[in-house]
């Protein structure tokens, strides 16, 4: 399977239209978002666009593309208007025979680990900053997309592709930032 990763997208539908534009060129067999999905939070300037009521309805157009997990601006009042569930704190699927711990890291991240076996892979959002780094002597991989919307530290508005060789980190127009072999 082919993942398309993304997080913290604010409520922007400008930058939940480009996503979306972005996850049918990869040509993906899902979506996995990783929280922060209709609200800017308190610590966040406005994001392009803000129109959560628009983000909504792109998002349940392909509502059974998704895979998402709560970040810590959802609230239990998102469910009742999304057609996907949001509530959860973490999802696990598997790529290349490796255990990926989806959250969106406010709760589980590099510094509070979640049980992980050897050669499993962390998957999380929240700092708004693409990472991919080994943990614990390398026992464990720590992936973050970055942010769609409002990036930080320089870094791209961007996503992450993950699927049974490599992880890629893209800018949302496509350009290919960086790889990590799996």
């Not at 999304?82 to 973490?90: K, T």
């Not at 680990?113 to 499993?120: A, R, S, T, V, Y």
Request: contains cysteine; negative net charge; aromatic residues 10%.
């Amino acid at each position: 399977m082919r993942f398309m990763i993304a997080s913290d997208i604010h409520g922007s539908s400008y930058y939940a239209e480009k996503m979306i534009e972005a996850y049918k060129r990869e040509r993906c067999d899902r979506l996995v978002i990783l929280g922060d999905i209709l609200y800017h939070g308190p610590r966040n300037d406005l994001p392009k666009e803000y129109a959560p009521k628009r983000v909504i309805e792109l998002l349940n157009n392909i509502s059974s593309e998704l895979l998402c997990v709560r970040g810590n601006c959802e609230a239990e009042v998102d469910q009742m208007v999304l057609d996907f569930p949001v509530l959860a704190e973490y999802a696990v699927f598997y790529v290349a025979g490796r255990m990926i711990f989806a959250t969106h890291g406010h709760i589980y991240n590099e510094t509070s680990l979640p049980k992980l076996k050897e050669g499993d892979i962390l998957l999380h959002g929240h700092t708004h900053v693409p990472v991919c780094k080994e943990l614990c002597g390398g026992k464990y991989i720590y992936m973050n997309p970055g942010s769609v919307s409002i990036p930080k530290e320089n870094s791209k508005n961007g996503y992450m592709i993950l699927d049974d060789k490599m992880a890629q980190w893209k800018a949302i127009d496509g350009e290919i930032l960086w790889n990590y072999i799996l």
